[in-house]
């Protein structure tokens, strides 16, 4: 559990998402995390990112976990009851899959499969608890485990909610925290700013806090998401710097490269790197050379880590 040491020595941790394939061609998806895995601790494996169907987050975890790659295995309330939920997660522990994040998931209407039925026979809550039961050696109809899973769990919080929503934010926060949760991974986040007044309510040796750094695509993603996306934040310095710069490709690296410094440099536990389909260049990103910066030693072959 290699994620687990790095939280719990309080090193910073790089995750990365790692979208499975629509179809049964994973060459793509093991190609780019081989090209990464010097530099990312663990490959976040979505399950049915954004309601749209895609090979299982349990078989593309598995698939990664075979070939030596940590993974934190998605798993949403949306597409499965109880009964199979929890023998999923007995599933995963079983192929060495040692970390969870509990997601509710799109509604379908977002997705591809519009017609589907959203099943949430568990909200968030209900599936961190059954989650730790499991731990405890018992499913929730309360009969003993032949041998019981151990997780490194985690959740989600949005910090960058405001006034009456913040607080109701936090109370379920410390919700998920009571049953289990021990990492919490945000919406997109550009600016510290955009989280100050939840940093001011939370005590930050309690809470492992993994903010997500988007990987913008280009100025047009960027407009998008500022006119569409509640909560996510983008400073109208950044949409300048896109619209200032012709090598706009490059620029975005740039700016997330100098995102994820800043969450080092203010002491977060980690981040999570989100492509949205791009992981072909995470490698790219995470890689600041030939030579190691000040503080983050690394082997000899090894790329350069650029924080």
Do not use: W
């Not at 994973?26 to 399950?47: N, P, Y």
């Not at 032949?146 to 405001?162: C, E, I, R, Y």
């Not at 510290?192 to 940093?199: E, G, P, R, T, Y």
């Amino acid at each position: 559990m290699h994620l687990k040491c790095k939280f719990d020595s309080g090193e910073f941790a790089v995750l990365a998402e790692l979208i499975p394939p629509k179809g049964t061609d994973v060459s793509l998806m093991l190609d780019h995390a081989q090209k990464a895995r010097e530099v990312v601790d663990a490959f976040v494996v979505t399950d049915m990112y954004n309601a749209i169907m895609r090979m299982s987050a349990l078989c593309g975890a598995t698939l990664l976990q075979n070939r030596g790659l940590e993974t934190v295995l998605q798993i949403c309330t949306r597409d499965r009851n109880r009964l199979a939920l929890q023998g999923d997660l007995l599933g995963a522990n079983a192929c060495g899959i040692t970390n969870v994040v509990a997601i509710s998931g799109e509604d379908p209407t977002f997705g591809d499969h519009r017609q589907a039925r959203a099943v949430h026979d568990l909200d968030h809550l209900d599936l961190l608890y059954a989650i730790s039961a499991l731990q405890n050696g018992k499913d929730m109809a309360g009969v003993d485990l032949d041998g019981h899973p151990q997780f490194l769990l985690g959740s989600t919080v949005n910090p960058g909610l405001q006034g009456q929503a913040l607080e109701l934010e936090i109370e379920k926060m410390n919700r998920h925290y009571d049953a289990g949760a021990r990492f919490f991974i945000t919406p997109p986040v550009f600016e510290l700013d955009h989280m100050a007044a939840f940093l001011q309510r939370i005590e930050h040796r309690k809470y492992k806090i993994v903010p997500t750094v988007l990987l913008i695509k280009s100025l047009g993603m960027a407009r998008y998401i500022e006119r569409n996306l509640k909560h996510v934040n983008i400073p109208r310095t950044l949409l300048n710097r896109l619209k200032g710069v012709r090598d706009k490709a490059g620029e975005t690296l740039r700016i997330a490269r100098e995102i994820i410094r800043t969450f080092h440099e203010e002491g977060f536990c980690g981040v999570q790197i989100s492509t949205l389909g791009g992981e072909e260049r995470l490698a790219e990103l995470l890689v600041a050379g030939k030579q190691p910066l000040p503080g983050r030693p690394v082997a000899s072959t090894a790329p350069a880590a650029i924080f």
